[in-house]
């Protein structure tokens, strides 16, 4: 039986580290789409984009892609790099109130940010995740939402 006593939420570091492995996870094609883009984890969004989005509470938002992508076809010299944001408090907010596990809702979050880097539809992104899904392993840590 786990000890509960000693358990943590995930710091940012070894959020970050979850974030990786589940990009580590994705197709290969889909990974070659994020050449060059960040992925960076915050404790919240701040406070120009909440009010940008409208967004009611700072836990209303679980992730952003900013940055100019690849469906457009605009590249301009000194332009700052393409950036995912993934929100530690609000992801894991949601996870508290649902039943999926850490890592698969971290993957969901990549999966949709990362699609709206490369222009994807709705149901493109829901192929990408049942085919991450489908690799998976089910005996890693990212499939039980445990450790990092």
Same mark, same amino acid.
Request: glycine residues 6%.
């Given at each position: 039986?786990?000890?509960?006593? %000693?358990?943590?939420?995930?710091? /940012?570091? @070894?959020?970050?580290?979850?974030?990786?492995?589940?990009?580590?996870?994705?197709?290969?094609? =889909?990974?070659? +789409?994020?050449?060059?883009?960040?992925?960076?984890?915050?404790? =919240?969004?701040?406070?120009?984009?909440? *009010?940008?989005?409208?967004? %009611?509470?700072?836990?209303?938002? /679980?992730?952003?892609?900013?940055? &100019?992508?690849?469906?457009?076809?605009?590249?301009?010299?000194?332009?700052?790099? *393409?950036?995912?944001?993934?929100?530690?408090?609000?992801?894991? #907010?949601?996870?508290?109130?649902? @039943? %999926?596990?850490?890592?698969? +809702?971290?993957?969901?979050? /990549?999966? $949709?940010?990362?699609? $709206? $880097? &490369?222009?994807?539809? #709705?149901?493109?992104?829901?192929?990408? %995740?049942?085919?991450?899904?489908?690799?998976? #392993?089910?005996?890693?840590?990212?499939?039980?939402?445990? *450790?990092?």
């Amino acid at each position: 039986m786990t000890d509960w006593t %000693e358990l943590k939420s995930p710091s /940012l570091a @070894e959020f970050e580290a979850i974030a990786d492995a589940c990009l580590a996870q994705l197709p290969e094609t =889909f990974r070659a +789409l994020c050449d060059g883009v960040v992925i960076r984890i915050d404790e =919240f969004p701040e406070d120009a984009v909440l *009010n940008d989005l409208e967004a %009611e509470t700072p836990f209303d938002l /679980l992730g952003l892609f900013t940055g &100019v992508g690849l469906a457009s076809g605009e590249t301009a010299s000194g332009q700052m790099p *393409n950036i995912i944001h993934l929100y530690r408090r609000p992801i894991l #907010d949601y996870w508290a109130e649902h @039943e %999926e596990t850490l890592g698969h +809702l971290i993957r969901h979050v /990549l999966i $949709h940010e990362i699609g $709206h $880097h &490369v222009g994807l539809s #709705d149901e493109d992104m829901e192929a990408i %995740e049942k085919a991450a899904d489908a690799e998976a #392993d089910p005996l890693s840590p990212i499939s039980d939402g445990v *450790n990092p």
